[in-house]
């Protein structure tokens, strides 16, 4: 029993459990965040904590050991190290090319492995994990965890019967904690308060786009044209040729309700291509939305938006920036509308909860930014508009993840889709993009109620 709180003690001078109002990704305030990542940094914390998850299970019946990605890695690799048990990695995603496998190392089917894992909240993303792992033909009857956060978890693997061993439930380390003066009694009421009373996920009807606060204009604009067309589709249009991308434009104009460029990329970019854009948008009834994702300092930002090859500011009706430098960083777009990049839909994003939850609040106090792209709902005075829609894939070699239509308009409460190699890629693009606003747009209505 020492030996376990000495452990924890000096854990916690790491860092690996925090203190205070944290928004977690369901949308839940809470008192406290976990993150053991830090135990990698001290190799003697790091053995013990594994030489003590072997202590909690059977080692005679295991043949593999395989931590639960990214956090649990260095565990289940000491714990390999230290029993002589073989240890396999499991990807977060299939990377795409060479062998597409989900589990890396040498095994074979009917193995027993153990898998490691760093903190249990739910449940639901084990139990992802361990079907992913028994899908390669190995069994998984225990799992063996570090910390129990009392929300479920534990028994919702139980019922599907698998043997959940823990070193610690929170109510545990907050005992302990506070027996050795690291927290006082106002901070142990107001953390077990909410462990015994653990709030829903804030929840939120769909506000109807006609309804929505948006006070820009281009953002005004942009819901009028998505009423008229019933079409919440972007395209996004990652061709090289100004030919490509007129054909294009002239092709989905009447399905879209803007069209996403990277300028950059057109190979014999030209004044004549935008006249020829500014008139197909025009009569197509489109927006211009040009993708280049300023983040600089607002004096850079204002030249590379003004100045230059592209000169932004005399031809596209929005842009995209990210909030990183600040809110003022976003004033030199005027009067061009902003959609600030909050969250990435790429694998391994640097967008954590953190940064997207400074990043909103930038963005909601600027008076120029009308849209963010993010991958979970937002405020009502912001439209949302999520990239990575596709209807048949589910990612990409490079780290693109999809979702479908449906998933982003119930589960996110998008407004506006953003699809690319969807249309693009299609062999009849007129086609594929009728085929998305026809779902996007039907999505969106169920949404509704």
Known sequence: MQAREDFLLKAYELGIIKFGSFTLKSGIESPFYVDLRPLASSPQLLKTLSNNLLQLVDNSKLELICGVPYAALPMATTMSLESGIPLIIKRKENKGYGTKRMLEGVFHDGQNCLLVEDVITSGKSLVETIDEVEKEGLVVTDLVV?????????QRLEEKGYNIHTLFTINEVIDILFKYKRLDEGEVKKIKDFLSMPPQAPSRKRTPLQDKEVQHPVGKNMIDIALRKKSNLIASA???????????AKGIGDKIVALKLHSDIITDFSWDLVTELRTIAREKDFLLFEDRKFADIGNTQELQFKQGVYRFADWVDMVTAHPIAGEKSFDVFEPTGVVAIVEMSSA???????????????????ADVFAVVAQRQVPDDLLLLTPGVNIDKKG??????YNTPKK???????DFMIVGRGIYKANDPVAAAEEYRQQGWKAYEDSLS
Do not use: C, P
């Not at 570090?146 to 534990?154: N, S, T």
């Not at 640097?350 to 909601?364: E, G, M, P």
């Open 348 to 366: 391994g994003a640097l967008t954590d909860d953190y940064y997207v939850s400074k990043a909103l609040n930038i963005a909601q106090k600027s």
């Open 238 to 248: 990652d061709v090289v040729s100004s030919l490509e991308l007129i054909n294009l």
């Open 146 to 154: 570090v910390l129990d956060r009392e929300q479920g978890g534990i």
């Open 408 to 414: 982003v308009f119930s589960e996110y409460l998008t």
């Open 396 to 401: 990409d070699s490079k780290g693109q993840q």
